[in-house]
């Protein structure tokens, strides 16, 4: 078996401290050098976050940037409350998909944003990375990789704190001498739920609302049909029975969205499969359908033409007479940030 190699700074877990291309905050198994710390010591506000870049790691493969993003506590204490969410009856409670995506977006510690750096003028895309979240507060629920990189960077222990590593390969075979290095942010746009839709048929009308500039928008729908899915399309298990029927929805939105700014969801997961004679398996039915929008163009077909879209729902062994329908528009959050780092 082989040593992990770690770090050679005294921090609060005592173990070393390296940085390699290839590995993440827990180890690293491969023979690679560990990369040259280049200090940066960048703090800078955006998206209403605290944030600071420590330094990057220049190694054989790529380049090493780390981030670390600040969340006060009074924002967890409010969010929890607002959920009601406790470690208490965390087993206990059970949400919707419309809920799930609510929470997803308004959770503090969700920070869903892409990093690019620029050296010498070229920019260089990540290829991987890794995220670890630290709440200082709750140690008994901290490992010690975690406290380390609390020590080492110095990180205010009143705070909450998620630090990611992102790592970026060189566009030549080796790096030359670095003269500039810049960072540009960029933060996702988040899926925010705007209406539900219960349709039974062709030729029904819905009207919501756009998060992102209020304007009123209207979905019809063009058709509304019953289908399964072929057998062979499924790798099926011997002792595995799999839901195959689903609603097939093509609509048309007017005035018309991006595709890339709207989603069309159905409210339930479906059936799961299960065993033959015994009960489901949750695990097994990840990655079928999914019920998303355009996750079955394949098996469904080719849509129709012009600006009509398709939606299929989740999978069922048995359909219900009409399904509900979430509709999510994804919304910007802030505008993007450049940083000269060098």
């Known amino acids: 078996m082989k040593k992990i190699k770690m770090n050679e700074r005294d921090c609060a877990s005592g173990r070393e401290w390296n940085v390699f291309f290839d590995g993440n905050f827990w180890g690293y198994t491969g023979k690679e050098s560990a990369g040259e710390e280049i200090k940066v010591n960048k703090n800078f506000q955006w998206a209403g976050k605290m944030c600071l870049i420590p330094a990057v790691y220049l190694c054989g493969k790529g380049i090493v940037a780390d981030i670390c993003i600040r969340t006060e506590p009074e924002e967890i204490q409010s969010f929890m409350e607002r959920w009601n969410l406790s470690p208490e ?14 929470l997803e977006a308004e959770n503090p510690l969700t920070f869903d944003f892409s990093l690019r750096l620029s050296v010498n003028g070229q920019v260089l895309t990540r290829s991987h990375g890794c995220s670890v979240c630290v709440l200082p507060w709750l140690k008994e629920n901290n490992n010690r990789e975690e406290e380390q990189i609390l020590a080492y960077y110095g990180l205010d222990t009143y705070f909450a704190w998620t630090i990611w590593r992102f790592s970026f390969p060189w566009k030549t075979k080796s790096c030359a001498a670095i003269q500039t290095l810049s960072a540009q942010l960029r933060q996702n746009p988040v899926l925010i739920p705007v209406s539900r839709l219960c349709v039974s048929e062709a030729g029904e ?7 992102e500039n209020g304007k009123a928008c209207t979905l019809t729908v063009k058709e509304y049909k019953k289908e399964e899915v072929p057998e062979n399309s499924l790798k099926m298990m011997r002792d595995t029975i799999f839901p195959t029927h689903f609603y097939r929805m093509s609509y048309l939105l007017e005035p018309d969205i991006p595709d890339d700014r709207i989603r069309i969801l159905d409210c339930s997961d479906g059936d799961k499969p299960g065993k033959r004679g015994g009960s489901c398996s949750a695990a097994a039915a990840i990655g079928i359908i999914g019920g998303a ?35 999510a528009v994804m919304k910007e959050k802030s505008e993007d940030m450049c940083l000269e780092l060098l």
Not at 90 to 99: A, D, K, L, Q, V
Not at 205 to 211: E, G, L, T, V
Not at 301 to 327: H, Q
């Open 89 to 102: 009856n965390e087993r206990e409670r059970h949400f919707t998909r419309e809920e799930q995506m609510l």
């Open 205 to 211: 009308k819905f009207s919501f609302h756009s998060p």
């Open 293 to 327: 929008d355009g996750a079955l163009p394949a098996i469904a077909g080719d849509g129709p033409s012009g600006n009509v879209r398709m939606a299929c729902s989740s999978l069922y062994f048995e359909l219900p007479d009409k399904t509900d329908w979430i509709v």
